[in-house]
């Protein structure tokens, strides 16, 4: 049985994905890396199986419908054999020290007397044309090279939440929260680092700066522009984060403040995006978002509004608009958003 499965996720990423894979391949034979081909029509499914040749005891190259990002991470959970899960995105690629760190530590854990359903480890942004790099990590938040539980998770502060691309997940408590994430959406990687968490019990933190997420593709997801033509799909998983929120049974009040303030932010993106729109059509569907989430839990929707994020992007008329602009710039240029 492999230590860690990889999954990455490709639609059309003959021109970047080689440079992930490689970077994947340090991991030898511990390591199963699943590239899962997406409905591709460039060349991925060809570099895939190329891989896949070159290298049958690491490599397996799986070929789909097109399903979106989505569909293409649930394949990597359904053909995982590895213990633990990762999704390395296509544009996306690690750091080998770090890498030889993160895979030590999981044999190590898995040699002790108890299961850790989660390990966390730092990300860098990579953003294209940035003098400084931004790394997200966890030190003064998290217990760091032992297990602990959320009654150890110190308050986080807003911007600094548990991303995919710092996760790796015990491949069986995925199967067990019977995580599938929703096919044709954009932005499921927050219901991957999301909806899972109820069921995580032991986690682990390493303080190590493994995955490097690029961003300044003009195409790419978190691009403004893009985000903006697909809020469509940001508010369908919204309104799902809100759901799994409400349907949480984890009574753990650490975990729940920290659920709530990572949907807090999440509403808060949908909202300015509907801001930034600034259309009739764009603000008409901020005021069904709230009513939505009213209408499911009246507790839940209180404290959103009353929240800081929900009190700025609230603020009524014309000029309540430019300040909660202003304030998301401000926000966009601390934290490196694309």
Same mark, same amino acid.
């Given at each position: 049985?492999?230590?860690?499965?990889?999954?990455?996720?490709?639609?059309?990423?003959?021109?970047?994905?080689?440079?992930?894979?490689?970077?994947?391949?340090?991991? +030898? %034979?511990? /390591?199963?890396?699943? @590239?899962?081909?997406?409905?591709?029509?460039?060349?991925?499914?060809?570099?895939? !199986? *190329?891989?896949?040749?070159?290298?049958?005891?690491?490599?397996?190259?799986?070929?789909?419908?097109?399903?979106?990002? +989505? %569909?293409? /991470?649930?394949?990597? @959970?359904?053909?995982?054999?590895?213990?633990?899960?990762?999704?390395?995105?296509? !544009? *996306?690629?690690?750091?080998?020290?770090?890498?030889?760190?993160?895979?030590?530590?999981?044999?190590?854990?898995?040699? +002790?007397?108890?299961?850790?359903?989660?390990?966390?480890?730092?990300?860098?942004?990579?953003k294209q044309g940035a003098t400084r790099k931004k790394i997200m990590q966890y030190r003064k938040c998290l217990p760091q090279d032992r297990i602990f539980g959320w009654e150890e998770v110190k308050h986080m502060p807003k911007g600094k939440y548990l991303l995919m691309h710092s996760m790796i997940y015990r491949t069986k408590l995925l199967h067990e929260c019977n995580l599938e994430l929703p096919k044709h959406t954009f932005y499921v990687d927050n219901l991957f680092a999301f909806e899972p968490l109820p069921y995580v019990k032991n986690l682990y933190y390493l303080d190590v700066n493994f995955y490097r997420y690029f961003i300044g593709r003009d195409d790419q997801s978190v691009n403004e522009k893009v985000m903006i033509k697909r809020i469509d799909q940001q508010i369908r998983v919204n309104k799902l984060m809100v759901d799994a929120y409400i349907n949480c049974k984890n009574t753990n009040k650490q975990l729940k403040a920290y659920m709530f303030s990572y949907l807090d932010i999440i509403t808060t993106i949908s909202s300015i995006m509907l801001i930034r729109a600034n259309t009739e059509e764009s603000l008409q569907k901020k005021k069904e978002l709230l009513e939505y989430i009213r209408t499911e839990n009246k507790q839940v929707y209180r404290k959103l509004r009353h929240s800081l994020f929900g009190r700025v992007m609230n603020l009524p008329g014309r000029g309540g608009r430019k300040m909660s602009v202003a304030a998301y710039k401000i926000s966009q240029k601390f934290y490196g958003f694309n």
């Open positions: 049985m492999k230590l860690l499965s990889i999954a990455i996720p490709c639609y059309n990423s003959q021109d970047y994905m080689e440079s992930c894979i490689e970077s994947l391949l340090v991991g +030898g %034979e511990e /390591v199963e890396i699943l @590239i899962v081909d997406d409905g591709s029509s460039d060349r991925t499914a060809e570099i895939a !199986d *190329d891989y896949a040749r070159k290298y049958p005891t690491i490599v397996k190259a799986i070929h789909q419908e097109n399903g979106g990002h +989505g %569909e293409a /991470v649930n394949a990597g @959970i359904r053909n995982a054999t590895g213990l633990y899960f990762k999704v390395v995105d296509s !544009d *996306d690629w690690v750091n080998k020290e770090a890498y030889v760190q993160i895979l030590k530590t999981l044999y190590e854990l898995l040699r +002790g007397p108890q299961t850790v359903d989660l390990l966390i480890s730092n990300f860098v942004y990579e």
